[in-house]
């Protein structure tokens, strides 16, 4: 029998972002082909959208922060590899939607 471990060659990092910009998760395992990536947000299965979707390489991206009250992509994010040996689980990453922030220069 031959055992091929599976790991994390890049993982999810905590991110602060402005309401409506684009962010990239980094996610990348390597292991015995096929690998299957899935994203958890808040412990819970992300589910796929035209806005919220897995690149190839593992890695998520969300093309529009949203942070509605209804709807926030705030929140721990982690990834999920599986192969047929058996599953890990990314660090949790904590992406932060930050309000934008007025710069005031004082001239001479």
Partial sequence: MCFSELFFIKEPHDVTVLRRDA???????HGEAPIRIRWLKNA???TESERVYLLSNGSLFISEVESRK???DEGFYQCLAQNKYGSILSQKARLT???KLLCLFKWP
């Fill in 70 to 72: 209804d709807k926030s």
């Fill in 97 to 99: 939607i930050a309000s």
């Fill in 44 to 46: 819970v299965t992300l």
């Fill in 23 to 29: 962010v990239v998760l980094d996610c990348q395992a």
